[in-house]
């Protein structure tokens, strides 16, 4: 969609890598207004909702990113709404907002925000000046690539796998270390309108920093990271769905199952079968502080009574990270359990799998965050006998 507003010389449009809108609207002086981008999903996925959720649970538009160009001979004050509709994740568009200028996105002053109902963004353009904003600070497939690549290149820790290829041909990547005994996953979500990769290249980066810590589990543990596991949505400007409306994230059951499947499903499960990893952790981002942080752990009896005491601790130390915790454990019997990857991670390879939502309000913060989070997870795996074996430091003048 493309709009151009001649009397002011501002044209609005959602047609870039990322951008993510429908219909939009002049609603008065260098004022507009625009929809969420329509996604549908599957009826199989939709039922589900229907009948679990009353038609909630798992909102189905929450991106939303347009460009602003202006070619105006002066500078113009400029109102961009985003509304939030019915089916539109109406709890999750809460500010900050950001607004990209180059060379990076920044936030927005607090904007006008009415809750369950749309979003006012004011900002100054100067002559002949082009910007984005958005409700989040999104990267793209290209950058992502880019960052994992460099990674790999200036770091012999790494190595970049292609697990596979998109419905629109781009390439399903992990960034993995060296083969261990045991293996930790550091996945982002497959929605796309809550964007990890940062916080997953963040551990990634933090592993290079030749930490005892950092050097110790990279001895103990094979990392693998997979920062944009749906690079069709993410360039989409896609919530939950990819290039073709699928829901790669809900479709782990069906895939088991014999049933079709996402591409991205199939990619990165055939990846889980060949890793059989012993912990994998997702972050999903909202870059928000009204709330406290979320984690959706899975409960005890997912997992064979030998490794009960294991997953007690790693429970425990992530509990221990935050005073206070929105959580709720994946408990059998739940609408839509076995849909995704955590219960089928427990089940077929006795994984400790964790949802983590983290809410901070910079990308910095939520990086900081997940390297904490991932830390801690690794420590609390390895156990209180690797801990204890740690070394005192060698010392040396300098």
Known sequence: MILHDPESGITLDADFVCGSAGEIRKTGP??????????????????ALQRHFAGAGVPREYACAVRVTSSALERRRVTVRFIFTKTNGRGYMRPPYWIYREPRWRPLPTPAFVKDSHVDL?????????VKVANKPYVTPDQVAEEMEDLAAVSDLFSVRELGRTAQGRPLLALETAQREETIVVGATMQPAEPAARPVLAVAHWLTGRSDIALRLLDRFRFCF???????????????????GEVPMFSFGRLIAGEPAPLETKAVWDY??????DAYVEFHTHYQAHTFHKLNPLALDWFPLAL???????DAALTALNAEWRMTPIERGMPLEDTGKFTNLA??????????????????????????????LAQALAGPAWAAARKPPNIIKG
């Open 30 to 47: 260098c004022a507009y207004e625009a929809d969420p981008l329509p996604e549908t999903v599957p009826d199989w996925f939709l039922e």
């Open 308 to 314: 009960h005491d294991r997953v007690k601790r790693v």
């Open 272 to 277: 889980m079968t060949a890793l059989q990893p």
């Open 226 to 244: 997979l920062p944009m596991p749906n690079p069709d949505g993410a360039a989409g400007g896609r919530s939950v769905t990819n290039a073709l």
């Open 347 to 376: 089940v077929h390879f006795q994984a400790l799998a964790y949802c983590y939502q983290i809410y901070t309000i910079t990308e910095e913060a939520t990086c900081a965050h997940a390297v904490e989070a991932v830390s801690t």
């Open 122 to 130: 004011t900002f100054d353009l100067a002559p002949g000046e082009s």
